[in-house]
């Protein structure tokens, strides 16, 4: 539990600036589609926020295939813990790294740093397995494929090297796969591109903790101790890489049995704003639904329900759907209805871009 503060911050960093495409959504930044547990360690310490997804049909075959033989190789190297409760135990520890949640419609992954000043990105023909892993790797794993005498066929992957350029990237993209297809490559209005770390309106720290009101819960302060691994060898373990960003974070608790709890922020907004986001992980046991929605003077500018996965974490992404008085406060409330079980929601840095 202690660490899980630290995590949050990971999720506005590294998969933040890392994106696949997504069936029913397109682009997306990976922490913003539905996440699935991290990853644990041996000794209790848990993984960065890393996350692959799976490709569809080719991804539950290649399950079928060879999904037991990875699951052996992984249990070699991690200890993944006890079961999860939301999966079957057979396959509990590989299925947690590849999230089934979210199916990636291209083989393309990609990621771009905090100034923009370049994007790198690999796409796989026949790929099953696409996200990001350690600091960050870009994961576009394709499958081998044979002929009837049994040689295997080449594997083909495009590392792109590119200014920041969407557009660039896909033109590029489709070029490359004429013969298997490009995939879904579509660009939502809800996404957010070109990245932007956008602007803290809350820190979920001393002082930013009382502008919040919550109801039928409690929301106090959580601070964190340095306990996740940097890289695959023991000396990563309590690497602080990346903190300097936030000194600590927020906890919500809702009790067991509670029909409706609440928090509630005010903010006072001085330019247009198309998104707000916060930093959720859910340190519960169970998954839980967040109704996250904004209004001003109860004329409701937008809203989304979020699934937060057990043991996992994203980023509460709420586009605006009608546009903001500056001139008006404006209020942020999420919403947890019919908890089942006790819900604990680790949150960090409310944005705004
Ligand atoms: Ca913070």
Avoid at 24 to 47: H, L, M, Y
Wanted: net charge negative; aromatic share 10%.
């Amino acid at each position: 539990m202690r660490h899980l503060a630290i995590r949050t911050i990971l999720i506005s960093t590294w998969p933040a600036r890392a994106s696949c495409f997504f069936e029913n959504k397109g682009f997306r930044w990976i922490s913003d589609v539905q996440r699935t547990r991290c990853e644990s360690q041996p000794g209790g310490a848990e993984g960065p926020w890393i996350q692959t997804f799976g490709s569809g049909a080719l991804s539950s075959q290649i399950t079928d295939d060879v999904g037991e033989v990875l699951q052996q190789d992984y249990t070699l190297k991690w200890d993944s813990g006890p079961p999860h409760p939301e999966l079957p135990s057979t396959r509990s520890h590989y299925d947690a790294w590849r999230n089934t949640d979210e199916v990636a419609t291209a083989g393309l992954v990609g990621w771009v740093p905090n100034d923009l000043s370049y994007l790198i990105a690999i796409a796989s023909e026949n790929a099953y397995k696409i996200g990001i892993r350690w600091a960050p790797c870009l994961h576009s794993n394709p499958a081998s494929r044979w002929n009837e005498s049994g040689e295997y066929l080449p594997l083909r992957s495009v590392i792109y090297i590119l200014p920041a350029d969407l557009e660039m990237l896909l033109t590029l993209h489709k070029a490359d796969s004429k013969a298997s297809g490009p995939g879904d490559l579509s660009i939502s209005a809800e996404t957010l591109w070109p990245y932007t770390a956008g602007e803290l309106l809350g820190s979920f720290e001393k002082g930013d903790i009382e502008s919040w009101q919550a109801n039928a819960s409690s929301f106090a302060s959580y601070q964190s101790t340095p306990q996740w691994k940097c890289d695959k060898t023991d000396e990563g373990v309590g690497c602080r890489r990346n903190v300097a960003e936030s000194q600590g974070s927020a906890i919500w608790e809702i009790p067991a049995g509670e029909k409706k709890a609440v928090l509630t922020k005010s903010v006072q907004l001085d330019g247009p704003v198309s998104h707000f986001a916060v930093d959720a992980i859910n340190c519960g046991e169970a998954k839980v639904e967040i109704f996250f929605e904004a209004k001003q003077e109860g004329l409701l500018l937008g809203s989304k329900t979020f699934l937060l996965s057990y043991k996992a974490g994203r980023r509460l992404l709420l586009p605006m759907t009608e546009t903001i008085d500056p001139e008006k406060a404006l209020l942020l409330s999420l919403v947890v209805r019919d908890a089942q079980h006790p819900a604990k929601i680790v949150m960090d840095n409310l944005r705004c871009f």
